[in-house]
């Protein structure tokens, strides 16, 4: 049993799913060979003895924590490593600020083709932006992301070369379910939101980028998470631009320490058979790559963007927004109901982004009506969601795919104001969700948010913020969850969310040794000073902390 080890010393996770509520429970050994767990209990077990007597390794865990390696159950593979070239907005508060950080960011790139940013915030420039905000800062073509990936603001070069690239004009209709925003005089500003990034600006990026520049971002995203402690990831916008490279990687040199899954992106057309023939699509993906042909690269499902985000009054609510904007969801429900039993007819999963209450019962009604439990259908985000449709998540088996960091209150200034205090009381209801029945599957939306787990955790037990610790506002804490519930929605409610959970997301016998090694104290008040020190893939560690 030479590659027999034995981790002693240490506090192994073994909380019971049923048991989620109460404190987190911990185990003081764990046995692994051949990439699986053989044992998790006492030392004095007799498995233990039998690997000790027969010459197993054993490993000293000093006090730490062993805990399932993370899944994210939602994020962006390529802008994600995309994102790591990018410059930060995160500290920004201002237009000042912004345009400050994109200068200095300009200069210290004097070679780049282009200048990219991310983590711009409407909150940051209430009075609006337009390509004359950035225009002196630098010749060459920029392009701003806002942090949820919703709108991304250009100056004059970028809006030029989008427009000459992806074949616009002044004249071209806003795509359907997005808009071009315009000047007075009716031409394009500059500001690209909803169905207009998704449709114009993914596809402009994706092609001005290389196939080796994209297979390095995705190879630089999986590193990343690596060192995060993830050996999973779901995608939520897979299309072509990002599928190429992702499978020429695994084909040239695999894709290490990662098991991707991911949800094929449907985009609005006003041809309803244009739209159910990428249903088609993402069902012919699948059938070549699943989990009997290549179980670390699959496609599982379909994504469909139903509304926008609170933010930019761009979420579907069921009052008007302060403002008195009252906006539509992005898809029609009887187009909505359609392609969700289209998808499910083709044996695909659904999700479905859904932030306003509009959209979340409008979301809710179609999985009822064309999905059911066993294929395991999922809402993402779920930010304001009534009392009601809380409920019937768990009743009718909807994951419900939360994103605890969206949570944090730095981020949420601008919602008062937006919405009233009093439909602030219903944001980010999770623990309604699960006190319902319903699986939650954590992730970080990364890159429009900060990917660590253990903040992300610390965020939703404390639902106070990471980004600025000295903050004392606290958001609606009776939906707070236990750690417990945080660590199993990170790690088996992850990989339940798309059929994992067979083999990995739990310390179980017989499953995959997908492990981390933490230095941690496991209270809601802690968990954002935990450290990864060491991820293990398979029974073999891929990452250790200098």
Request: proline share 5%.
């Amino acid at each position: 049993m030479s590659d027999t080890t034995i981790f002693v010393n240490g506090h192994v996770y073994s909380s019971p799913r049923d048991q989620n509520a109460a404190a987190p429970v911990f185990a003081e050994c764990m046995v692994v060979s051949d990439g699986l767990i053989r044992h998790v209990g006492s030392k004095s077990d007799q498995p233990v003895q039998a690997a000790l007597s027969s010459g197993a390794t054993t490993q000293d865990l000093s006090g730490r924590y062993i805990l399932p390696s993370f899944i994210d159950g939602h994020l962006h593979l390529l802008m994600v490593g995309q994102a790591l070239q990018k410059i930060s907005l995160d500290h920004c508060k201002s237009l000042a600020d912004v345009r400050a950080a994109i200068k200095a960011g300009a200069e210290a790139n004097p070679e780049a083709k282009r200048i990219f940013a991310r983590g711009w915030m409407h909150s940051m420039t209430p009075d609006g932006v337009d390509c004359g905000s950035l225009d002196d800062l630098d010749p060459r073509p920029i392009f701003v992301d806002t942090k949820d990936l919703h709108s991304t603001w250009c100056n004059t070069a970028g809006l030029k070369e989008v427009f000459e690239l992806m074949g616009l004009s002044d004249a071209s209709p806003d795509p359907a379910g997005g808009t071009l925003q315009r000047d007075a005089d009716g031409k394009p500003n500059g500001v690209f939101n909803e169905g207009a990034v998704f449709q114009v600006i993914w596809p402009f990026v994706a092609t001005v980028a290389s196939m080796e520049e994209k297979k390095d971002s995705i190879r630089g995203a999986i590193a990343h998470f690596n060192s995060a402690g993830y050996t999973g990831m779901v995608d939520m916008a897979m299309d072509d631009n990002i599928w190429d490279p992702l499978i020429a990687l695994r084909e040239e040199e695999g894709l290490g320490a990662m098991r991707i899954s991911a949800y094929w992106l449907m985009k609005p057309n006003d041809d309803l058979n244009e739209v159910l023939s990428q249903v088609d699509r993402a069902a012919e993906m699948a059938s070549r790559h699943n989990a009997t042909s290549t179980p670390d690269c699959r496609v599982v499902g379909i994504k469909v963007i139903c509304d926008g985000i609170i933010d930019a009054c761009t979420a579907s609510l069921t009052k008007p927004y302060s403002t008195g904007e009252n906006p539509d969801s992005l898809w029609s429900e009887d187009v909505l109901h359609k392609v969700v039993a289209k998808a499910h007819g083709l044996g695909l999963q659904v999700a479905l982004h859904a932030i306003g209450d509009r959209t979340i019962k409008m979301a809710i009604d179609v999985l009822e009506a064309n999905t059911d439990a066993a294929r395991r259908p999922r809402i993402e985000h779920l930010e304001l969601a009534s009392p009601e449709d809380a409920l019937r998540l768990g009743k009718l088996g909807i994951t419900a795919s939360i994103q605890p960091v969206h949570a944090d209150p730095a981020i949420l200034r601008a919602w008062p104001k937006l919405i009233g205090p009093d439909r602030c009381k219903r944001a980010f209801a999770y623990r309604e969700f699960v006190d319902g029945g319903a699986t939650l599957a954590l992730g970080s939306d990364a890159p429009t948010a900060p990917h660590l787990p253990l903040p992300n955790m610390y965020v939703a037990t404390t639902r106070r913020s990471y980004r600025e610790r000295e903050l004392e506002t606290v958001v609606n804490p009776e939906f707070a969850l236990t750690v417990a519930q945080a660590i199993s929605g990170a790690t088996h409610g992850s990989a339940y969310s798309c059929f994992a959970d067979g083999i990995t997301g739990s310390l179980e016998v017989g499953k995959k040794a997908d492990f981390v090694v933490v230095e941690m104290e496991p209270t809601p008040e802690k968990l954002i000073d935990g450290v990864v020190t060491e991820t293990w893939f398979e029974g073999k560690r891929v990452y250790k902390k200098a």
